[in-house]
């Protein structure tokens, strides 16, 4: 089992940043992959950003490449999102999810149906 909460999100203008925590708990932390995808108002929930167990692998939707980083502290079985230079579309409600099976690969981790345990989300809101 892998509990997952997000936390960081909140109302920002349009050019600054925020940065977004998932603190998990349960399975050891350094065992599993973790994503990011977010959901805007009346759309589909869509990849953001992963990285492997180890930390080694980054990969990010084409979209959002240069802006948002991801990043994990096995220590603190902490992932990160830092979101710099945010625009009104980057509005979303923003989730952490796992994957614990699986090789980490770049063709499929940003497969939604492949992540196992899913974080309640957080709200980020980006004003113009």
């Known amino acids: 089992q892998v509990q997952l909460v997000e936390s960081g999100g909140g109302l920002v203008q349009a050019g600054g940043s925020l940065r977004l925590s998932c603190a998990a708990s349960?399975?050891?932390?350094?065992?599993?992959?973790t994503g990011w995808f977010r959901q805007a108002p009346g759309k589909e929930r869509e990849f953001v950003a992963a990285?492997?167990?180890?930390?080694?692998?980054?990969d990010y939707a084409d979209s959002l490449k240069g802006r948002f980083t991801i990043s994990k502290d096995n220590a603190k079985n902490t992932v990160y999102l830092q979101m710099n230079s945010l625009k009104p579309e980057d509005t979303a409600v923003y989730y952490c999810?796992?994957?614990?099976?699986?090789?980490?690969?770049?063709?499929?981790?940003?497969?939604?149906?492949?992540?196992?345990?899913w974080g309640q989300g957080t709200q980020v809101t980006v004003s113009s």
């Open positions: 999810a796992a994957k614990t099976w699986g090789i980490y690969s770049p063709r499929n981790i940003g497969l939604e149906s492949d992540y196992n345990y």
């Open positions: 349960g399975r050891t932390f350094s065992s599993y992959h």
């Open positions: 990285i492997s167990w180890s930390g080694d692998s980054t």
